[in-house]
């Protein structure tokens, strides 16, 4: 249903104006008509079939050149040879805002389309639940913007985007004009990326990515969060992305990575960027005679020795993804049990042109994931798969890089006595009104005179502690600009 609206309350139909019902045909996700049997869509061009829009949800209307585009939750992967998803945006096209409209077809599916090993089909390699989102133009290049949900957890939803090349003519939509939107490649031809496999079905939604504003590809000298892995495959895949409710760690694991997993990250921008470029600053790339390493952070579980295998441009070798080997990092049976880095020399990738993929393929010995416990009523949070090992960051180094700094901890004591600090914060609810995961909820023997001590071992963490009144204290901790606050509450 779509009307024009009263600007004086923005709430009610402008007086004198149609409302338009249906509007856009609802679909269901085998592709059903949702709307009644015998509907008319007014706001759909004649011969338009009803069946390719495919509307589930939340639609928002762009300007694009001399057209109007309008991006929607819709159910895509059939027209790709993929089951359906509505974790995927869609879009339609028109001369005005109420239509009448054209299918565009798919504008991102998040589950991360891409060839399978021998390109004979399309795959996923990422998790599905839904996807809200839209078009937007920053420094001359339109991106997409979306989320996916981490282990298909539709509550979990990790803010993406993605650039997208947007081809238009000066026809109007009446006349036979049209709006097309692809994946966008700035080092490909036509800047344009497409995913065709042998079969004949092709994805031409944006490609999902680790880069973010980076499309010229990540600066390789900097430290990443694994939590920007765009390519996860192999057993129980969809488990691996892990949440993080920690405001000064801006981080995600990927979590029980076991024999046959594979890590992707795309791409890191090896051969750097000359001058600042539709916004992305310049950065340096990677030249013969860094001495370049691979360095991995990660925790190693103790359930034996493994290795990854870290490869080029394709996690497979064969003439589809012409992935080739670069290094192996070997982590011993006996590697503590602790968070640590691994490293690996990787000079092949120095002096590259354009940017690259990386992916980080596991061999060990098989890990049974212990049975989890049946879960009554209300669903909670999933239990953190078990492998091999966990994986926290990626970087790439050379003399005069750092590993990044340990997040700070805090420490509270009351008449010096250390309080238990919850790992996760007070979850955002109606009663709390908290619009932010920082505040903390802990308990100790308060008293009139007591005293109230804060402590961190990084100097940078700032604190504020207030005066005890009616065993109640707060303590706000800043770091970096970002703030905790422990809400301290008397308990015998």
Same mark, same amino acid.
């Given at each position: 249903?779509?009307?024009?609206?009263? $600007? /004086?309350?923005?709430?009610? #139909?402008?007086?004198?104006?149609?409302?338009?019902?249906?509007f856009?045909?609802?679909?269901?996700?085998?592709?059903?008509?949702l709307?009644?049997?015998?509907?008319?869509?007014?706001?759909?061009?004649?011969?338009?079939?009803?069946?390719?829009? /495919?509307?589930?949800?939340?639609?928002?209307?762009?300007?694009?050149?001399?057209?109007?585009?309008?991006?929607?939750?819709?159910?895509?992967?059939?027209e790709?040879?993929?089951?359906?998803?509505?974790?995927?945006?869609?879009?339609?096209?028109?001369?005005?805002?109420?239509?009448?409209?054209?299918?565009g077809?798919?504008?991102?599916?998040?589950?991360?389309?891409?060839?399978?090993?021998?390109?004979?089909?399309?795959?996923?390699?990422?998790f599905?639940?839904?996807?809200?989102?839209?078009? $937007?133009?920053?420094?001359?290049?339109?991106?997409?913007?979306?989320?996916?949900?981490?282990?298909?957890?539709?509550?979990?939803?990790?803010?993406?985007?993605?650039?997208?090349?947007? @081809?238009?003519?000066?026809?109007?939509?009446?006349?036979?004009?049209?709006?097309?939107?692809?994946?966008?490649?700035?080092?490909?031809?036509?800047?344009?990326?497409t995913?065709?496999?042998?079969?004949?079905n092709?994805?031409?939604?944006?490609?999902?990515?680790?880069?973010?504003?980076?499309?010229?590809?990540?600066?390789?000298?900097?430290?990443?969060?694994?939590?920007?892995?765009?390519?996860?495959?192999?057993?129980?895949?969809?488990?691996?992305?892990?949440?993080?409710?920690?405001?000064?760690?801006?981080?995600?694991?990927?979590?029980?990575?076991?024999?046959?997993?594979?890590?992707?990250? #795309?791409?890191?921008?090896?051969?750097?960027?000359?001058?600042?470029?539709?916004?992305?600053?310049?950065? @340096?790339?990677?030249? $013969?005679?860094?001495?370049?390493?691979?360095?991995?952070?990660?925790?190693?579980?103790?359930?034996?020795?493994?290795?990854?295998?870290?490869?080029?441009?394709?996690?497979?070798?064969?003439?589809?993804?012409?992935?080739?080997?670069?290094?192996?990092?070997?982590?011993?049976?006996?590697?503590?049990? @602790?968070?640590?880095?691994?490293?690996?020399?990787?000079?092949?990738?120095?002096?590259?042109?354009?940017?690259?993929?990386?992916?980080?393929?596991?061999?060990?010995?098989e890990?049974?994931?212990?049975?989890?416990? $049946?879960?009554?009523?209300?669903?909670?949070?999933? +239990?953190?798969?078990?492998?091999?090992?966990?994986?926290?960051g990626?970087?790439?180094?050379k003399?005069?890089?750092?590993?990044?700094?340990?997040?700070? +901890?805090?420490?509270?004591?009351?008449?010096?006595?250390?309080?238990?600090?919850?790992?996760?914060?007070?979850?955002?609810?109606?009663?709390?009104?908290?619009?932010?995961?920082?505040?903390? +909820?802990?308990y100790?023997?308060?008293?009139?005179?007591?005293?109230?001590?804060?402590?961190?071992?990084?100097?940078?963490?700032?604190?504020?502690?207030?005066?005890?009144?009616?065993?109640?204290?707060?303590?706000?901790?800043?770091?970096?600009?970002?703030? #905790?606050?422990?809400?301290?509450?008397?308990?015998?």
């Amino acid at each position: 249903t779509a009307c024009e609206l009263d $600007q /004086n309350t923005m709430f009610s #139909k402008r007086p004198g104006t149609e409302l338009i019902d249906p509007f856009i045909p609802a679909s269901s996700h085998d592709g059903r008509l949702l709307d009644k049997e015998g509907s008319v869509y007014k706001a759909l061009y004649e011969g338009q079939n009803p069946l390719d829009f /495919n509307f589930f949800e939340a639609s928002s209307i762009r300007q694009v050149g001399n057209k109007y585009v309008m991006v929607f939750s819709g159910y895509s992967g059939k027209e790709y040879g993929l089951g359906n998803t509505n974790s995927a945006l869609r879009y339609a096209y028109g001369d005005s805002p109420l239509g009448p409209w054209r299918s565009g077809g798919v504008l991102v599916d998040s589950r991360g389309v891409v060839l399978n090993e021998d390109g004979s089909h399309l795959t996923t390699t990422n998790f599905g639940h839904n996807t809200h989102g839209s078009l $937007q133009e920053i420094n001359g290049q339109w991106y997409v913007f979306y989320h996916r949900p981490p282990r298909g957890f539709g509550n979990a939803r990790q803010a993406m985007v993605a650039p997208v090349k947007i @081809e238009w003519d000066k026809k109007p939509v009446a006349k036979g004009g049209q709006v097309r939107i692809t994946g966008y490649d700035p080092f490909a031809k036509n800047n344009e990326w497409t995913a065709k496999a042998s079969d004949g079905n092709e994805y031409t939604g944006a490609e999902v990515t680790s880069e973010g504003f980076n499309i010229f590809g990540l600066p390789p000298y900097g430290y990443y969060s694994a939590g920007i892995a765009c390519f996860f495959a192999g057993p129980d895949s969809n488990d691996y992305l892990q949440d993080n409710h920690d405001v000064w760690n801006n981080s995600m694991d990927v979590a029980g990575l076991r024999n046959g997993s594979i890590v992707g990250f #795309k791409y890191f921008g090896f051969e750097g960027l000359a001058k600042d470029t539709k916004g992305v600053k310049a950065f @340096e790339g990677t030249k $013969q005679g860094d001495n370049t390493s691979l360095c991995l952070h990660l925790t190693p579980s103790g359930r034996g020795a493994f290795k990854i295998h870290v490869m080029l441009d394709g996690p497979y070798s064969g003439e589809t993804w012409k992935g080739r080997e670069i290094a192996v990092i070997d982590v011993p049976a006996d590697a503590k049990r @602790e968070a640590q880095k691994f490293m690996a020399p990787v000079s092949a990738v120095e002096g590259l042109a354009g940017k690259h993929a990386i992916y980080l393929v596991v061999e060990g010995p098989e890990v049974q994931e212990p049975q989890q416990r $049946q879960q009554f009523g209300r669903r909670q949070q999933p +239990q953190r798969p078990q492998g091999l090992f966990d994986l926290h960051g990626i970087w790439f180094g050379k003399k005069g890089t750092m590993f990044p700094q340990a997040v700070p +901890q805090v420490t509270i004591t009351v008449d010096g006595k250390p309080l238990n600090i919850p790992e996760t914060p007070i979850y955002s609810s109606n009663a709390n009104g908290y619009t932010e995961v920082n505040h903390y +909820q802990v308990y100790g023997a308060l008293k009139a005179n007591s005293v109230l001590k804060a402590t961190s071992e990084n100097p940078k963490v700032q604190f504020q502690v207030s005066p005890i009144t009616d065993g109640r204290a707060t303590i706000r901790a800043t770091y970096e600009g970002k703030e #905790k606050i422990f809400l301290i509450n008397y308990v015998l």
